[in-house]
């Protein structure tokens, strides 16, 4: 009996494992079988890689799964504004989801095996709850096979400009290189600045041009400045300047004597001029006169004046 007790409880044993785990594996495969679910369909330009059972999420968190994918969708039933979506993905997920009439769908990779799953985001609770079979129009996150040409598309006007920049820098560097070439301007006015720095150099130098014209310069003022300290020892620029008055107190009389001494004898030198004058005349029209000048009579009102005696001047001391 106590064999037969032990077999009917691990019988039993046996039979509830199974059903936990046959539960289990229906809870997580349909849930629909234990919770009830709404369905929506959600409509994509392109549904490539995306498979029936795949995840969908509401802000990150899983709610459902993806239930089945038809494409291509007939035009007349694509949404309005978006001819070009020709695949719809029906998802189901658990009946007490938040998912807002106005919401943000997105079909992008997620995990490390890069899955595709559907996330709902950014919900307007002003909208109000989506109903059951609602559509919404999806975007799809560009992977990386789609990302690829998007950049080369962005980066082409960059690299356009990157190879024109490239371009500019060698110019500026083949213009460098002749600018600092041996026979370049640029050397030479450098070669003609080191030219006439040197010139300065030595002009300016100790022995230079410039140091000994300084150094002349001040051997002059020395000397002047000796000349004048001897004229002032003793007092000799006094008189010096004393003797240089009397000097030309001197000078101004002696002058004011040779004008009046010129003053008296320039009439006289007039008179004697006349004289000559009228005596030539005479001797062109009676020549012999010359042999008896007794015959020569002169009026009284022409005869010439007694020249005074000359007055000696005195020398002044």
């Known amino acids: 009996m106590q064999i037969i007790r032990n077999e009917v409880r691990t019988g039993i044993l046996v039979l509830l494992t199974i059903g936990l785990a046959v539960g289990v594996v229906l809870y997580l495969s349909a849930p629909g079988l234990f ?39 007939p035009l007349n039933e694509r949404p309005p504004g978006h001819p070009t979506y020709e695949a719809v993905v029906t998802v189901e997920v658990t009946a007490d989801s938040q998912i807002y009439k106005e919401t943000d769908v997105t079909m992008r990779t997620f995990g490390l095996l890069a899955d595709l799953v559907i996330d709902f985001t950014n919900g307007d609770p002003l ?120 000097s ?13 001494t010129m003053n008296t004898a320039l009439p006289r030198v007039n008179s004697i001029l006349t004289d000559f004058g009228e005596l030539s005349g005479r001797l062109k029209t009676q020549p012999w006169r010359l042999v008896w000048p007794s015959t020569i009579k002169y009026d009284q009102a022409t005869q010439p004046a007694p020249v005074p005696p000359r007055r000696r001047v005195r020398e002044r001391e």
């Open 127 to 246: 909208s109000g709850l989506a109903q059951p079979n609602d559509s919404f129009v999806g975007t799809r996150a560009p992977d990386l096979a789609e990302i690829g040409p998007q950049i080369i598309q962005r980066l082409e006007p960059v690299l356009t400009q990157t190879q024109s920049t490239l371009a500019e820098l060698q110019r500026t560097a083949t213009n460098l290189t002749g600018l600092t070439s041996d026979e370049s301007p640029l050397v030479g006015t450098i070669k003609n600045f080191d030219a006439v720095g040197n010139n300065l150099k030595g002009l300016t130098g100790t022995g230079g041009t410039i140091d000994a014209s300084l150094n002349k310069l001040q051997d002059a003022l020395n000397n002047v400045q000796n000349a004048t300290a001897q004229l002032d020892k003793d007092n000799n620029l006094q008189k010096t300047l004393a003797n240089f008055n009397a």
């Open 35 to 73: 919770r009830p679910l709404h369905f929506f369909r959600v409509y994509f330009d392109n549904a490539a890689g995306v498979k029936p059972g795949a995840t969908v999420m509401l802000a990150g968190r899983k709610i459902g799964t993806v239930r089945s994918i038809q494409s291509p969708v």
């Open 248 to 260: 030309s107190e001197r000078l101004r009389s002696v002058l004011g004597e040779l004008q009046g």
